[in-house]
């Protein structure tokens, strides 16, 4: 059984990494690892508390 996720703690983390409520996509992949949760949660979290993603390592956010 997995252990449940804190979503609000991931909240709290995001916003806490955030700079001009932008966050580089390397710090969310470090984030996705350290709670141990896919990416897509870590980009779903972002856009429930209104922080973009930059620096996308494929290219894919500006």
């Known amino acids: ?15 806490e990494t955030a700079q001009n409520g932008r966050i580089k996509c390397p710090d ?5 690892q350290r709670f141990k949760v896919k990416p897509v949660v870590i980009g779903r979290l972002c856009n429930q508390v209104k922080v973009k993603i930059c620096g996308c390592q494929l290219g894919c956010f500006r």
């Open 28 to 32: 969310c992949l470090a984030l996705a």
């Open 1 to 15: 059984m997995s252990t449940p996720v804190n979503e609000e703690e991931i909240k709290k983390a995001i916003l």
